[in-house]
């Protein structure tokens, strides 16, 4: 949903459709990325105090001074466990204490030792484990090297950039008190603020009609990394760009700030709904990442360079780079807080998402349900259309789980309240889609309505919860109820009620199979700056400014919060958000805002998505078919057959747009439809087996090709195309009225085979797949195993029991293997009583057995192998099944044509052990 | 009495089937019972493939039909038959079949899924015959009414063609006159003279006193009419209620503008309206346009003639510039600016200015096979809901207006009949009104259902500015196959 009522006027004015860029800063119009950006790049005023180094166990603190105004930073390094160096720089002795990102990281990182390898004056050399790795660190100017062997990976402070706005007092309120407390620095400080205040906009800024009072004056930071040998990096969502990144010198740099964005732009670096400050790069050899862990309005400036223009000082000593070795420059600033950065060294790109899962935690793994199709709109008007929409489904065959609630079905915008005359009674309702085994998601805001006739309102009133503005009154904005209080969701008080208000008792008309989707979480405050909360704005003792970009993140965890305890901490919660921020992936699933129905906003859900699901985020999706504006039937199948193959498949659509339900463009394109949803649901035990991985182990659904084939430089700019796991390669049709689509299909030596004829291609190559309408060009690797459930019912619940079907796709070597992974669906039981099963499904050497990946976990299943298709196979004599109780020949038919084996009703168990064997 | 006999026999041997797993698989209905002999092998209904018999209903699909699994969810495009006894006899999509959701009401389709389902069939059936028995009254009923309604329209028409047929024919008589009284005139002016302005005096005289009369009685009329609350005041908010009083033309009345026309204040009496209506007289278009069309064109005063009789002929043709004044005063198409003025009509009506042309029109709309929606025509039914009153003038607007003040918003005006072939009758189309903001043009779809009453059932949107009514009208009202029949059909349910 949308900033609609003011965007709306806007929108009159100009006469324009796509974003307002006036609404939002350009890095000229926010003062601190201004200042950071015409920073020179003279040689880094900082140096290390060697004397003041100290080295405990595993930390190592430094102080750094600047020469210009010798104000004092403390450096601390740490080496974390799993190969990553976390880099933590804090003013000295701060005027005030400075904003640490808290509840973002899953606990304190584990640390392993630190020890020195060499010292002397230039600076010191630290040991990372093995010889291999060291850190080197130069004393003047203050710079950090890691090197491997000869080659430095990464470089700290290459080009000088570390900047830190140190806390001032306020000119006119600089009494002697506080010229006292500056100590031993104080008189040079002096001299270094005599110039530095000469700045604009360090004490106050305005932007529009909006003054932000600034009390604290300027405080911003700034680091910058080189990364040498390299020329791709990726990350740092929410943008609407490519995959890969681009060089930001010609225009702004990629801004991260949450912002409720009207009718976005696509391809360029405007700051939208949700940021995750995790950069990855990669190339042949490597992939590292970089975490900037810092919630305060953030720029990231990427240039092309040349190794040998930044390297010097002690690291040359060490490492030899050729110096017309690529390098990608990164500069990252933020304007408060404290820099705080993980290094995450990989190398490989699985290692980087275990290195960035053990800080931020791993994608929750959502009920199966949600795998399934989600129906919005804003908006179902009342019960009876709920029903109608419900049967509309059963009738045309087309299989759904949730559908959705936006605002309009509340009492006048009043969340965990509904509009009386239209849903008059939700239970009734509820029940009915429980009937059908199906659920709903109603929208629950952020933003409370100022009225004294709302229980909600009253009670975060009077237990004085509510963000507050400058001068301390409760902070007031407009949102869609009016005039509204934003919670203050940093508060974990406020966070503990609003959990509770999710009981049934107190979400009245609440049942199971309601779930939540939080918008506007950026905070979207209507007449706010930029569409946002006021910087000034007070969250306990700090500033909107510190916290801004976690906001979201919070509103999330809380409400996930009250749909675990709602159930008395049984049922998995289910929570779609809009804003969010490294760790919201702990609290469900995400989708990219306010797109529209044009055929380059189906395109790019495909990148955005990808470098989401690159910084943990899995659960991603876009609009099926576009919330904005109409989308003609051709571009609505296309958008369904992309949505099927991406994590987070919701239809929704903005209540001034014509209804668009599958079945109201002609029987043809709701076949098309109905055969795309229908695809989905074939294959969700292998997404729920991906969800499961990612929740383990944090490596993304969705993946960019170079993830599974690290070398293949020819993969790293592709972003049309995607992986699903290690096993699917998908390459939607995202062109209007098209006849063709090139597939690149990696791995030297491989094979993959069309999903749907089953035919057998090369890889390596570039493939063109004629299309029709119905196509979706979708192919398995050989070599893999993937489980689907073909017999389509109306929704994901009805399906439970239901027998799977095992496609076996050959490797040139004749091998296979796969998994499958099972569960209750929707309960933590497979956590905290280990009941579920996960199996490893092996062939190899003509026969294809099933054996236990986990013997400690128990769960019973009704579900059986019904059918197993052996593609690229050969015609066997016969076929025997072996299991415990002995052995019994199958039947089968081998179709020369396509070269399938199907091998019929082996009939086991899926979780028995089995073998069967082609003779 | 012989259908009643073979309904019995087909439901009976339906039932047993269902008991008596051995008769026949899961899921076939008994007029296919014949394919699945158990004694031989089992042969696809596409005939594609031959299997087993045991492989009938053995949970794995074989034939590309899913004949052979009419009983389980093994084939996607499978079909399960459910005798469903005491209600209807149905089939369901196999996938339906175990999935622990109740669908056949027998609960036959729920044999293994731990869902315990409830036999909800005699009740079913019951409320079935129930709605059918209500359903086949209202039609029956309702057929009568549109028999009635047909007869009416023949008649209707017949007048009004005689009507069109007489006043082209009495247009070309006046125009006649007029060249026999301008050769009159010409002839005998000088003799004439006299007389005639002596007798336009006393005319004139006349005509001033009843145009005063009229004035008042409109103003007063008027008055009622924007007095919207009926607090004896009408206000600026009523007035804005007509936006075509607009002074300045950009198509909105706003509060000042409305405020001028009645003069400074923010409410008038009915004394102080007097000057009001002289601001306003010859822009306001009465919205009581209905009833005023329909007393004309009943005919029971013939008011077109009265028209005709109180101009004064020699008038016209004597005095060119009183002519122009006239036209001047009430804005009369030039094409009757002779005889065919039309003062009282046109302040209330402003589609019987030009009365032959809306006969003309009317009689040219499309009212049905046998014209059994024309007595819809100028009609306007009303629905109120929680915050509007819609209101819907068939064959004319469709309009919406908020229950507590504020202006009406065009939903559509007629488009044309639009319901699929076959009851082409059943909906209408109306379409270009009031735009939407980034959106289209407000539409409204009317979906008629047989019924007694004429009336306004609901009204939805279940698109933005797409509108959707439910209107029932006898007019829709289709034959009752036969009257006879109709109810012995159901019975035989009841024994079950």
Same mark, same amino acid.
């Given at each position: 949903?949308?900033?609609?009522?003011?965007?709306?006027?806007?929108?009159?004015?100009?006469?324009?459709?796509?974003?307002?860029?006036?609404?939002?800063?350009?890095?000229?119009?926010?003062?601190?990325?201004? #200042?950071?950006?015409?920073?020179?790049?003279?040689?880094?005023?900082?140096?290390?105090?060697?004397?003041?180094?100290?080295? @405990?166990?595993?930390?190592?603190?430094?102080?750094?001074?600047?020469?210009?105004?010798?104000?004092?930073?403390?450096?601390?390094?740490?080496?974390?466990?799993?190969?990553?160096?976390?880099?933590?720089?804090?003013?000295?002795?701060?005027?005030?204490?400075?904003?640490?990102?808290?509840?973002?990281?899953?606990?304190?990182?584990?640390?392993?030792?630190?020890?020195?390898?060499?010292?002397?004056?230039?600076?010191?050399?630290?040991?990372?484990?093995?010889?291999?790795?060291?850190?080197?660190?130069?004393?003047?100017?203050?710079?950090?090297?890691?090197?491997?062997?000869?080659?430095?990976?990464?470089?700290?402070?290459?080009?000088?950039?570390?900047?830190?706005?140190?806390?001032?007092?306020?000119?006119?309120?600089?009494?002697?008190?506080?010229?006292?407390?500056?100590?031993?620095?104080?008189?040079?400080?002096?001299?270094?603020?005599?110039?530095?205040?000469?700045?604009?906009?360090?004490?106050?800024?305005?932007?529009?009609?909006?003054?932000?009072?600034?009390?604290?004056?300027?405080?911003? &930071?700034?680091?910058?990394?080189?990364?040498?040998?390299?020329?791709?990096?990726?990350?740092?969502?929410?943008?609407?760009?490519?995959?890969?990144?681009?060089?930001?010198?010609?225009?702004?740099?990629?801004?991260?700030?949450?912002?409720?964005?009207?009718?976005?732009?696509?391809?360029?670096?405007?700051?939208?709904?949700?940021?995750?400050?995790?950069?990855?790069?990669?190339?042949?050899?490597?992939?590292?990442?970089?975490?900037?862990?810092?919630?305060?309005?953030?720029?990231?400036?990427?240039?092309?360079?040349?190794?040998?223009?930044?390297?010097?000082?002690?690291?040359?000593?060490?490492?030899?780079?050729?110096?017309?070795?690529?390098?990608?420059?990164?500069?990252?600033?933020?304007? @408060?807080?404290? &820099?705080?950065?993980?290094?995450?060294?990989?190398?490989?790109?699985?290692?980087?998402?275990?290195?960035?899962?053990?800080?931020?935690? +791993?994608?929750?793994?959502?009920?199966?349900?949600?795998?399934?199709?989600?129906?919005?709109?804003?908006?179902?008007?009342?019960?009876?259309?709920?029903?109608?929409?419900?049967?509309?489904?059963?009738?045309?065959?087309?299989?759904?789980?949730?559908?959705?609630?936006?605002?309009?079905?509340?009492?006048?915008?009043?969340?965990?309240?509904?509009?009386?005359?239209?849903?008059?009674?939700?239970?009734?309702?509820?029940?009915?889609?429980?009937?059908?085994?199906?659920?709903?998601?109603?929208?629950?805001?952020?933003?409370?309505?100022?009225?004294?006739?709302?229980?909600?309102?009253?009670?975060?009133?009077?237990?004085?919860?509510?963000?507050?503005?400058?001068?301390?009154?409760?902070?007031?904005?407009?949102?869609?109820?009016?005039?509204?209080?934003?919670?203050?969701?940093?508060?974990?008080?406020?966070?503990?009620?609003?959990?509770?208000?999710?009981?049934?008792?107190?979400?009245?008309?609440?049942?199971?199979?309601?779930?939540?989707?939080?918008?506007?979480?950026?905070?979207?405050?209507?007449?706010?700056?930029?569409?946002?909360?006021?910087?000034?704005?007070?969250?306990?003792?700090?500033?909107?400014?510190?916290?801004?970009?976690?906001?979201?993140?919070?509103?999330?965890?809380?409400?996930?919060?009250?749909?675990?305890?709602?159930?008395?901490?049984?049922?998995?919660?289910?929570?779609?958000?809009?804003?969010?921020?490294?760790?919201?992936?702990?609290?469900?699933?995400?989708?990219?805002?306010?797109?529209?129905?044009?055929?380059?906003?189906?395109?790019?859900?495909?990148?955005?998505?990808?470098?989401?699901?690159?910084?943990?985020?899995?659960?991603?999706?876009?609009?099926?078919?576009?919330?904005?504006?109409?989308?003609?039937?051709?571009?609505?199948?296309?958008?369904?057959?992309?949505?099927?193959?991406?994590?987070?498949?919701?239809?929704?659509?903005?209540?001034?747009?014509?209804?668009?339900?599958?079945?109201?463009?002609?029987?043809?394109?709701?076949?098309?439809?109905?055969?795309?949803?229908?695809?989905?649901?074939?294959?969700?035990?292998?997404?729920?087996?991906?969800?499961?991985?990612?929740?383990?182990?944090?490596?993304?659904?969705?993946?960019?090709?170079?993830?599974?084939?690290?070398?293949?430089?020819?993969?790293?700019?592709?972003?049309?195309?995607?992986?699903?796991?290690?096993?699917?390669?998908?390459?939607?049709?995202?062109?209007?009225?098209?006849?063709?689509?090139?597939?690149?299909?990696?791995?030297?030596?491989?094979?993959?085979?069309?999903?749907?004829?089953?035919?057998?291609?090369?890889?390596?190559?570039?493939?063109?797949?004629?299309? +029709?309408?119905?196509?979706?060009?979708?192919?398995? #690797?050989?070599?893999?195993?993937?489980?689907?459930?073909?017999?389509?019912?109306?929704?994901?619940?009805?399906?439970?029991?239901?027998?799977?079907?095992?496609?076996?796709?050959?490797?040139?070597?004749?091998?296979?293997?796969?998994? &499958?992974?099972?569960?209750?669906?929707?309960?933590?039981?497979?956590?905290?009583?280990?009941?579920?099963?996960?199996?490893?499904?092996?062939?190899?050497?003509?026969?294809?057995?099933?054996?236990?990946?986990?013997?400690? @976990?128990?769960?019973?299943?009704?579900?059986?192998?019904?059918?197993?298709?052996?593609?690229?196979?050969?015609?066997?004599?016969?076929?025997?099944?072996?299991?415990?109780?002995?052995?019994?020949?199958?039947?089968?038919?081998?179709?020369?044509?396509?070269?399938?084996?199907?091998?019929?009703?082996?009939?086991?168990?899926?979780?028995?052990?089995?073998?069967?064997?082609?003779? | 009495?012989? #259908?009643?006999?073979?309904?019995?026999?087909?439901?009976?041997?339906?039932?047993?089937?269902?008991?008596?797993?051995?008769?026949?698989? #899961?899921?076939?209905?008994?007029?296919?019972?014949?394919?699945?002999?158990?004694?031989?092998?089992?042969?696809?209904?596409?005939?594609?493939?031959?299997?087993?018999?045991?492989?009938?209903? /053995?949970?794995?699909? /074989?034939?590309?039909?899913?004949?052979?699994?009419?009983?389980?969810?093994?084939?996607?495009?499978?079909?399960?038959?459910?005798?469903?006894?005491?209600?209807?006899?149905?089939?369901?999509?196999?996938?339906?079949?175990?999935?622990?959701?109740?669908?056949?009401?027998? +609960?036959?389709?729920?044999?293994?899924?731990?869902?315990?389902?409830?036999?909800?069939?005699?009740?079913?059936?019951?409320?079935?015959?129930?709605?059918?028995?209500?359903?086949?009254?209202?039609?029956?009923?309702?057929?009568?009414?549109?028999?009635?309604?047909?007869?009416?329209?023949?008649?209707?028409?017949?007048?009004?063609?005689?009507?069109?047929?007489?006043?082209?024919?009495?247009?070309?008589?006046?125009?006649?006159?007029?060249?026999?009284?301008?050769?009159?005139?010409?002839?005998?002016?000088?003799?004439?003279?006299?007389?005639?302005?002596?007798?336009?005096?006393?005319?004139?005289?006349?005509?001033?006193?009843?145009?005063?009369?009229?004035?008042?009685?409109?103003?007063?009329?008027?008055?009622?009419?924007? /007095?919207?609350?009926?607090?004896?005041?009408?206000?600026? @908010?009523?007035?804005?209620?007509?936006?075509?009083?607009?002074?300045?033309?950009?198509?909105?009345?706003?509060?000042?503008?409305?405020?001028?026309?009645?003069?400074?204040?923010?409410?008038?009496?009915?004394?102080?309206?007097?000057?009001?209506?002289?601001?306003?007289?010859?822009?306001?278009?009465?919205?009581?346009?209905?009833?005023?069309?329909?007393?004309?064109?009943?005919?029971?005063?013939?008011?077109?003639?009265?028209?005709?009789?109180?101009?004064?002929?020699?008038?016209?043709?004597?005095?060119?510039?009183?002519?122009?004044?006239?036209?001047? /005063?009430?804005?009369?198409?030039?094409?009757?600016?002779?005889?065919?003025?039309?003062?009282?009509?046109?302040?209330?009506?402003?589609?019987?200015?030009?009365?032959?042309?809306?006969?003309?029109?009317?009689?040219?709309?499309?009212?049905?096979?046998?014209?059994?929606?024309?007595?819809?025509?100028?009609?306007?039914?009303?629905?109120?809901?929680?915050?509007?009153?819609?209101?819907?003038?068939?064959?004319?607007?469709?309009?919406?207006?908020?229950?507590?003040?504020?202006?009406?918003?065009?939903?559509?005006?007629?488009?044309?009949?639009?319901?699929?072939?076959?009851?082409?009758?059943?909906?209408?189309?109306?379409?270009?009104?009031?735009?939407?903001?980034?959106?289209?043009?407000?539409?409204?779809?009317?979906?008629?259902?047989?019924?007694?009453?004429?009336?306004?059932?609901?009204?939805?949107?279940?698109?933005?500015?797409?509108?959707?009514?439910?209107?029932?009208?006898?007019?829709?009202?289709?034959?009752?196959?036969?009257?006879?029949?109709?109810?012995?059909?159901?019975?035989?349910?009841?024994?079950?």
């Amino acid at each position: 949903m949308v900033w609609f009522l003011v965007a709306g006027v806007l929108l009159v004015l100009n006469g324009v459709r796509a974003v307002d860029r006036s609404n939002f800063k350009t890095c000229d119009q926010s003062s601190f990325c201004k #200042r950071m950006r015409t920073m020179g790049l003279d040689q880094s005023p900082y140096r290390a105090i060697l004397e003041t180094l100290e080295l @405990s166990d595993s930390r190592l603190t430094l102080q750094l001074i600047n020469d210009n105004n010798k104000v004092r930073l403390l450096l601390e390094l740490y080496r974390l466990q799993g190969n990553m160096t976390r880099l933590k720089i804090n003013e000295l002795k701060p005027l005030r204490s400075r904003f640490e990102v808290p509840d973002v990281l899953v606990g304190e990182p584990p640390t392993k030792p630190l020890s020195m390898v060499s010292r002397d004056e230039a600076g010191v050399v630290l040991s990372l484990g093995t010889d291999a790795h060291q850190l080197v660190l130069n004393a003047r100017p203050f710079r950090l090297d890691i090197v491997e062997g000869a080659r430095v990976l990464l470089s700290v402070n290459g080009r000088g950039l570390l900047a830190f706005e140190h806390l001032r007092p306020r000119k006119d309120t600089n009494t002697q008190k506080d010229s006292e407390g500056e100590e031993t620095t104080e008189g040079a400080q002096e001299e270094g603020e005599e110039r530095e205040e000469e700045e604009p906009g360090m004490w106050e800024e305005t932007f529009k009609s909006h003054v932000d009072s600034k009390p604290n004056g300027p405080s911003s &930071i700034s680091l910058d990394f080189s990364l040498p040998g390299v020329e791709h990096v990726y990350g740092i969502p929410e943008h609407a760009e490519n995959l890969r990144l681009k060089t930001t010198d010609k225009g702004d740099p990629y801004r991260l700030y949450n912002l409720d964005v009207f009718q976005y732009e696509l391809y360029n670096p405007m700051a939208l709904y949700g940021a995750v400050p995790v950069l990855l790069s990669h190339n042949a050899q490597r992939t590292m990442g970089i975490f900037w862990l810092n919630a305060a309005e953030t720029w990231v400036d990427i240039s092309a360079n040349t190794a040998g223009k930044t390297l010097s000082g002690k690291v040359l000593d060490h490492a030899q780079v050729p110096s017309d070795a690529p390098q990608t420059d990164v500069r990252w600033f933020s304007e @408060s807080g404290i &820099i705080d950065v993980f290094i995450m060294l990989g190398p490989k790109p699985s290692d980087v998402f275990t290195q960035y899962a053990s800080l931020t935690g +791993t994608q929750s793994f959502p009920p199966l349900s949600t795998l399934g199709y989600h129906q919005c709109r804003w908006n179902y008007n009342d019960q009876e259309d709920v029903r109608a929409v419900d049967a509309g489904f059963d009738e045309h065959d087309i299989p759904y789980d949730f559908i959705w609630l936006d605002i309009e079905h509340t009492d006048g915008k009043r969340y965990f309240t509904w509009d009386a005359a239209n849903f008059p009674q939700p239970r009734d309702m509820l029940r009915g889609l429980q009937d059908k085994r199906r659920k709903m998601v109603a929208i629950v805001d952020p933003h409370i309505k100022v009225d004294s006739g709302y229980r909600i309102h009253n009670e975060i009133r009077s237990r004085n919860l509510y963000v507050k503005d400058k001068d301390g009154g409760n902070y007031e904005g407009w949102c869609w109820p009016g005039t509204a209080g934003y919670p203050d969701f940093t508060d974990p008080e406020m966070r503990a009620w609003w959990a509770s208000m999710f009981a049934y008792d107190k979400y009245e008309g609440s049942m199971e199979n309601l779930y939540t989707w939080n918008d506007m979480n950026e905070p979207s405050v209507f007449n706010g700056p930029e569409v946002t909360m006021h910087k000034d704005a007070i969250h306990g003792t700090w500033e909107h400014r510190d916290v801004h970009n976690l906001y979201g993140l919070y509103v999330q965890m809380a409400t996930a919060e009250g749909l675990i305890q709602r159930s008395g901490g049984v049922e998995r919660p289910f929570v779609l958000t809009r804003a969010f921020f490294a760790g919201s992936q702990r609290y469900g699933a995400v989708w990219t805002g306010d797109n529209a129905a044009e055929w380059g906003h189906l395109k790019i859900s495909i990148p955005m998505c990808l470098s989401l699901g690159l910084v943990g985020i899995s659960f991603c999706g876009a609009d099926v078919g576009g919330f904005f504006k109409n989308p003609g039937p051709e571009l609505l199948v296309r958008w369904y057959q992309t949505g099927a193959y991406q994590p987070f498949f919701r239809a929704h659509a903005h209540l001034d747009t014509p209804r668009r339900e599958p079945w109201l463009f002609g029987p043809q394109n709701t076949a098309l439809i109905r055969d795309a949803v229908r695809q989905r649901y074939a294959l969700l035990p292998y997404w729920y087996q991906l969800f499961y991985h990612a929740h383990r182990t944090g490596e993304p659904v969705m993946r960019p090709l170079w993830v599974e084939y690290p070398q293949d430089v020819a993969t790293f700019t592709i972003d049309d195309q995607f992986l699903l796991g290690r096993h699917l390669l998908v390459h939607p049709v995202t062109e209007q009225g098209s006849q063709g689509v090139s597939v690149y299909l990696p791995g030297v030596g491989e094979v993959w085979y069309d999903a749907h004829t089953f035919r057998r291609h090369d890889g390596d190559q570039n493939l063109f797949v004629p299309v +029709t309408l119905s196509s979706i060009p979708v192919f398995q #690797r050989g070599g893999s195993i993937i489980p689907r459930k073909v017999r389509i019912r109306r929704s994901s619940t009805c399906m439970e029991n239901d027998p799977y079907t095992l496609y076996v796709a050959l490797s040139p070597q004749g091998t296979a293997d796969g998994e &499958i992974y099972i569960d209750d669906g929707h309960t933590f039981n497979y956590d905290r009583q280990k009941q579920f099963i996960h199996r490893r499904l092996t062939f190899a050497n003509s026969s294809l057995s099933s054996s236990n990946l986990s013997a400690d @976990s128990q769960f019973t299943t009704a579900s059986w192998i019904e059918r197993v298709l052996i593609l690229g196979g050969q015609e066997p004599s016969a076929v025997t099944l072996r299991t415990a109780d002995g052995s019994r020949s199958l039947e089968f038919e081998f179709d020369a044509a396509t070269s399938v084996l199907t091998i019929h009703k082996p009939g086991v168990n899926a979780g028995s052990d089995w073998t069967v064997l082609l003779q | 009495m012989f #259908r009643l006999q073979v309904f019995l026999i087909v439901s009976l041997g339906a039932a047993l089937g269902a008991a008596v797993e051995v008769q026949r698989p #899961r899921g076939v209905p008994l007029e296919k019972r014949h394919f699945y002999d158990e004694s031989r092998p089992f042969t696809c209904l596409d005939g594609s493939r031959t299997i087993p018999f045991d492989r009938v209903n /053995d949970d794995y699909c /074989d034939c590309k039909d899913g004949s052979d699994e009419p009983g389980t969810a093994a084939c996607p495009n499978g079909s399960f038959h459910c005798t469903n006894a005491g209600f209807r006899a149905t089939f369901i999509p196999s996938s339906r079949i175990n999935d622990g959701v109740c669908d056949c009401c027998d +609960t036959t389709d729920e044999y293994n899924s731990g869902v315990s389902c409830q036999n909800t069939c005699r009740e079913l059936g019951q409320k079935e015959r129930e709605t059918l028995e209500k359903m086949a009254e209202i039609t029956r009923e309702g057929f009568l009414l549109k028999r009635q309604l047909i007869e009416e329209a023949k008649q209707g028409l017949q007048e009004k063609q005689g009507k069109l047929s007489e006043l082209q024919a009495s247009r070309k008589e006046h125009e006649e006159k007029v060249d026999a009284l301008r050769t009159v005139k010409e002839t005998a002016e000088q003799p004439e003279r006299e007389a005639k302005e002596r007798h336009l005096k006393a005319w004139e005289a006349q005509k001033a006193a009843l145009q005063l009369e009229k004035e008042k009685a409109k103003m007063a009329e008027v008055f009622l009419e924007l /007095d919207g609350d009926a607090d004896g005041l009408v206000s600026v @908010s009523e007035l804005q209620t007509h936006q075509e009083l607009d002074p300045d033309g950009d198509g909105a009345l706003t509060d000042t503008e409305a405020q001028g026309l009645l003069s400074g204040a923010d409410k008038v009496d009915s004394a102080g309206f007097q000057n009001v209506w002289s601001n306003i007289k010859d822009k306001y278009v009465s919205e009581v346009r209905g009833p005023s069309c329909l007393l004309l064109k009943s005919g029971e005063t013939d008011f077109w003639l009265e028209v005709s009789v109180h101009s004064y002929p020699e008038d016209d043709a004597g005095d060119e510039e009183d002519d122009e004044e006239e036209d001047d /005063d009430d804005d009369v198409p030039e094409e009757y600016d002779d005889k065919v003025t039309c003062h009282r009509c046109r302040p209330m009506c402003a589609t019987c200015s030009s009365l032959p042309e809306s006969l003309e029109k009317e009689i040219s709309f499309d009212f049905g096979p046998s014209a059994e929606f024309a007595y819809l025509y100028s009609q306007c039914y009303e629905l109120t809901t929680n915050e509007y009153i819609y209101r819907l003038c068939p064959f004319n607007r469709v309009s919406q207006k908020p229950k507590y003040g504020g202006s009406e918003t065009n939903l559509g005006s007629w488009g044309s009949w639009n319901g699929p072939e076959g009851s082409k009758y059943s909906i209408m189309k109306y379409d270009h009104g009031t735009g939407c903001w980034q959106g289209p043009n407000r539409s409204t779809t009317v979906k008629l259902t047989c019924g007694k009453e004429t009336a306004v059932l609901s009204t939805s949107e279940p698109s933005r500015c797409e509108y959707l009514m439910e209107f029932s009208t006898p007019a829709i009202c289709q034959e009752p196959p036969s009257l006879e029949t109709v109810a012995p059909e159901t019975d035989p349910h009841d024994e079950f």
